[in-house]
């Protein structure tokens, strides 16, 4: 006999219901679903599709939704689109509730947004966007009220339209293979980054080349440019001295990204921290020799940065490296020693910062508790992208052949590193979203990417004309 339960059958499900409905409208049950819920939407294609048309009457078809993109601009990449009585057409879509959001947004001045091939909407008038302009409402393939639970459901499965062509003949590869497979894609992607720092070594030297790839990759892919400029003007023949302390590099970098509070502010008396005063006194003295080189504010992009990867907080901690005059002959002992990540992160990592373990930013308030400058992903990336191709290519250029030997072993060996977007795109169009069996490294995750970069980006999201999918099936056989 069962035992009688404690609360009424069905109490939770009512409750996630209830959430359900509470959510959908954000306490406005009269106003449109909010975006992300459109994204949804879009992501697992609920919608009739052999019924879509737009909003002036033309049929379209929609042969790849695209990738969901988290890191500005449209909201999805490279989808391909075939307006009645046109080609198909490979490029981005924009979701927005209504056909005002293109203007409000402004998307029409965004160059970002000049590849959109489809304005996606929840229901509006005609399109204002000047790109063919869908409406959602009258499309879905069930009601609303059905598709929301579905929707907050988790782990979906990915949709077919996601995957690759060459997924199935690479899940059916035995691990060994497949893994020797990525494994060789991956030192492909390893001597390229080998031979860019070779190439840059021959025209500033060799720490110079080390010194532009460690901002570069303190950058991240949005702030790469600004990031190496820097580099090149602190590091160069008119840039620090020996007796520069990481005050006045911190200070300098700031100034020359343009990442200091307005002047006017800091003479106004404003409520400046004592570590940001000290940076306005060390650049109010040097700013006239730099000014010609400061760059624009509007250089920088910071949407969808966790706070850890502000650019501020990046060039201080750059700035403690530049601060070391064997900053580079530390990572040679590292390399020539045990080379582990747990070193290369304590050869890295600066100690505690009365302002920086305390803040994200120059100004923000105070942490509940210390966050250091540098965490074990950013090492890993660091390792991965920059200091490891590095000593090989250094290694290579003297004929060490040990020494390169080394180097891309410790580069095949070094554990997996933070996941992203990029990453999870090449796991579901590869591998279906999964990675079971993948070798645990940041290799594996270097060959999906260099695949991804030979053989996806030259090709659409249909997979048309790929050679690849074939050449996997070659070695199955």
């Known amino acids: 006999m069962s035992t009688p339960s404690p609360i009424p059958a069905g109490l939770y499900a009512r409750w996630r219901d209830h959430q359900a409905a509470a959510s959908l409208h954000d306490g406005d049950r009269g106003a449109p679903p909010p975006e992300k819920w459109l994204q949804l939407v879009w992501h697992h294609q609920r919608l009739r599709r052999d019924l879509l048309r737009l909003t002036d009457g033309r049929r ?42 293109w203007k409000a947004h402004h998307h029409d001045t965004n160059p970002a947004f000049r590849n959109v091939v489809l304005h996606v909407i929840w229901s509006g008038g005609p399109a204002v966007s000047g790109r063919a302009t869908l409406a959602l409402e009258p499309h879905l393939d069930a009601p609303w009220d059905e598709l929301l639970p579905w929707l907050q459901a988790e782990g979906q499965p990915w949709q077919e339209e996601f995957l690759g062509r ?87 970098l700031l100034g020359l990204a343009n990442l200091l509070p307005h002047e006017s502010k800091a003479r106004a008396g404003a409520k400046l921290s004592s570590h940001l005063q000290e940076l306005w006194n060390c650049w109010w003295r040097e700013r006239e020799h730099w000014d010609e080189v400061v760059l624009p504010a509007s250089i920088w992009r910071r949407h969808g940065l966790r706070p850890a990867n502000f650019p501020q907080r990046r060039l201080a901690l750059a700035s403690r490296w530049l601060a070391r005059p064997d900053f580079v002959a530390r990572l040679e002992t590292w390399f020539l020693d045990d080379g582990s990540a747990g070193a290369l992160l304590a050869k890295l990592l600066p100690g505690p910062d009365e302002h920086w373990s305390w803040h994200w930013t120059l100004d923000s308030t105070r942490l509940a508790k210390p966050q250091p400058l540098l965490g074990a992903g950013r090492a890993t990336d660091l390792a991965v992208n920059v200091i490891l191709p590095w000593f090989s290519a250094r290694a290579a250029a003297g004929r060490n052949e040990s020494l390169v030997e080394r180097a891309t072993e410790r580069w095949l060996a070094w554990p997996a590193g933070e996941d992203n977007a990029l990453l999870k795109q090449a796991r579901v169009r590869l591998l279906g979203g999964g990675a079971s069996g993948l070798d645990p490294t940041a290799a594996s995750q270097q060959g999906l990417l260099q695949i991804l970069r030979d053989f996806c980006a030259r090709t659409n999201a249909l997979c048309d004309g790929c050679r690849f999918p074939g050449l996997v099936k070659e070695i199955a056989r």
Request: net charge neutral; glycine share 10%; hydrophobic share 40%.
């Open 60 to 101: 379209v078809r929609l042969l790849h939704p695209g990738f969901h993109s988290r890191e500005g601009g449209p909201d999805f990449r490279d989808a391909v689109v075939q307006v009645e009585g046109q080609l198909a057409q490979t490029g981005d879509i924009e979701i927005d509730l209504r056909p005002s959001g």
């Open 166 to 252: 060459c997924c199935a003949p690479l899940k059916e590869l035995a691990a060994d293979p497949r893994n020797a497979l990525i494994r060789q894609a991956a030192l492909v992607r390893f001597q390229r980054k080998a031979d860019d720092l070779s190439r840059r070594a021959r025209d500033i030297g060799w720490d110079g080349a080390l010194w532009e790839g460690l901002f570069r990759a303190l950058g991240y892919k949005h702030n790469t440019w600004p990031m190496e400029r820097l580099a090149a003007l602190v590091t160069g023949g008119d840039g620090r001295q020996q007796t520069d302390t990481s005050l006045m590099l911190e200070a300098r």
